[in-house]
């Protein structure tokens, strides 16, 4: 995988989309945090609980959550990208199967959610050294596991986008459809299915890795709803991941590039 993944990268190095939407998400996690930090609650900036350790890290991640769909998008782009200047009818001409053209985007995807993951951290750790107060070891990187958490959901996102990148192939038609599901179909479907069922949907599952900090105020508002915890929805979210992989390779293997 590591000489595919060098072939990707002096594709994506050069290329100023990339770089674009990458700048873009590391702005955007900055101000996000940032500005929810400095919300007045009963009088007080709210940046007094969210930049103290250990609960700084579930709220990052919570917080980083709601930008995931910048990669994917980035991922959709680079994808059709391939068949709108046929490289990859070329790889595969070439010499490549189609399993290294899949192996090959999902190393970009790795690379990135690592990336953006530990920027994350080091924003975290920026954040509560300058603003905490309890600041030991210990306590710095207690619930740091919620990075970890993120990643995870930062591939599973990317994943879909890949895959709906092979099926539908065209930039433009892609990311609606890849808005649209992960922002309204999954759900309107979820709406209409038991809890006990919707918890393991692909959206669901992965957004159960990033939980609310404030989940009991949620569900005083909109009710209690049934949810995997972190810890319950990694190996379902992983299982995703695979699936979302596989899927990708079946569109590639059973199409004309």
């Not at 490289?87 to 959610?113: E, M």
């Not at 930039?171 to 890849?178: Q, R, W």
């Not at 699936?243 to 059973?254: A, D």
Request: hydrophobic share 50%.
């Amino acid at each position: 995988m590591t000489s595919l993944l060098r072939i990707e990268l002096r594709k994506l190095l050069p290329y100023s989309t990339f770089w674009v939407l990458l700048l873009l998400q590391c702005c955007l996690l900055f101000i996000f945090f940032y500005a929810r930090g400095n919300v007045m609650v009963n009088g007080q900036m709210a940046g007094a609980e969210l930049y103290q350790f250990p609960k700084l890290w579930m709220h990052l991640a919570y917080i980083s959550s709601f930008l995931n769909l910048i990669p994917g998008i980035l991922i959709i782009i680079l994808v059709s990208d391939e068949y709108a200047f046929r490289t990859l009818r070329q790889q595969v001409i070439d010499g490549f199967s189609r399993a290294n053209l899949v192996q090959s985007k999902y190393s970009i995807i790795l690379l990135l959610a690592l990336l953006l993951a530990a920027y994350v951290l080091f924003l975290g750790l920026g954040f509560g050294l300058y603003h905490g107060q309890n600041t030991d070891t210990s306590s710095i990187f207690t619930d740091s596991q919620y990075i970890f958490y993120y990643l995870v959901q930062l591939v599973g996102y990317m994943s879909l986008a890949m895959l709906v990148a092979f099926l539908v192939r065209k930039t433009g038609l892609a990311i609606m459809v890849f808005m649209a599901y992960t922002l309204v179909v999954e759900r309107l479907i979820q709406w209409q299915t038991p809890d006990a069922l919707d918890k393991y949907f692909p959206m669901k599952t992965l957004g159960a890795l990033t939980p609310n900090p404030h989940a009991e105020i949620e569900q005083l508002m909109l009710g209690v709803t049934d949810t995997l915890s972190p810890v319950q929805a990694l190996a379902p979210a992983v299982l995703y991941v695979t699936l979302f992989c596989f899927l990708s390779y079946q569109l590639l293997r059973s199409r004309d590039l």
